[in-house]
């Protein structure tokens, strides 16, 4: 199994720590599917010109994700700042302004596409305002997409139409709210569908049948990047054709190690 993902990379700004770490969505997904065993990951974006950017490349060279084609911009890299809550939450808060990721968007030309269509799948993500190349996309790949907590019916059915594996945050939904919105997502025909929610577990739909995530207790150093590791374990595991239950545990327990160590994807640099 082959995925590719394409859009934003960013570096979290721990301010307890004073340590920055490689993430971004579609960064973390692209590592944490090699880690999970496909045969091939890799990652098209834009990347900045400042330091932030190049520790961003160091930890994709040495995870083994290919970003030969991706794109350089003059400015400085998306640096979400993340702050530490009396209960030992991490919580984000407004970054730089002026980032690359703000300033510009990828357009995908025929060389990008030629090169993706020898992957399974493609993931994206809502961060990534992509929205306008994704009907490109759906014609040469699946398509993996996360939504974040981006529940509105209307922006999902602008972009249902060109995906296969769908993810959310639903961890805001009281359960009146997640038992209709469960029922809204069976309609739109994904292969696979998520929501996580938070500490409780996750919910899976496919074929209009729902399946329950099974947690266990474990010691939690930092959840940054445990969703977007269990996205990267699921498609891994359900593309390479692992039954639901078996790629929803396999997922888990992928989200379960990131949780072990601070950061997406690790790899600290103080600022």
């Known amino acids: 199994m082959k995925l590719i993902a394409v859009g934003d990379n960013v570096v979290d700004c721990y301010l307890d720590q004073q340590k920055y770490y490689p993430g971004g969505n579609c960064v973390n997904v692209a ?7 496909a045969e091939e990951a890799a990652y098209i974006g834009i990347f900045a010109t400042d330091e932030k950017a190049q520790h961003i490349k160091y930890a994709l060279e040495k995870e083994g994700i290919d970003f030969g084609l991706s794109r350089t911009a003059e400015g400085i890299s998306g640096q979400p700042r993340v ?6 939450d991490r919580v984000f808060m407004s970054g730089a302004k002026n980032s690359v990721q703000r300033r510009f968007k990828l357009q995908l030309i025929e060389e990008d596409l030629d090169f993706i269509e020898a992957f399974d799948v493609c993931h994206v993500s809502c961060y990534s305002s992509m929205e306008s190349e994704l009907e490109k996309l759906a014609k040469v790949i699946d ?7 981006h529940l509105e019916l209307d922006y ?3 972009v249902a139409p060109f995906i296969q594996y769908a993810f959310f945050s639903a961890a805001d939904l009281s359960e ?4 209709w919105f469960v029922q809204k997502l069976k309609g739109f025909g994904f292969k696979a ?6 500490s409780e577990p996750a919910l899976f739909i496919s074929d209009e049948k729902v399946f329950e995530q099974r947690l266990q207790e474990i010691a939690v150093v930092d959840t940054m990047g445990a969703g977007d590791s ?11 054709g692992e039954s639901m239950e078996k790629a929803i545990e396999k997922a888990t327990a992928s989200a379960e190690v990131t949780c072990g160590f601070y950061g997406g994807i690790g790899y600290p640099k103080e600022f």
């Open 193 to 198: 569908a998520a929501l996580t929610r938070g």
């Open 143 to 149: 398509i993996s997409y996360d939504f974040s907590n």
């Open 31 to 37: 590592v944490n599917a090699r880690k999970n065993g």
């Open 176 to 179: 009146e709210e997640l038992n």
């Open 156 to 158: 999902i059915e602008k």
């Open 83 to 88: 702050a530490l809550t009396d209960e030992g």
């Open 230 to 240: 269990l996205i990267g374990g699921f498609l891994v595991n359900y593309i390479n």
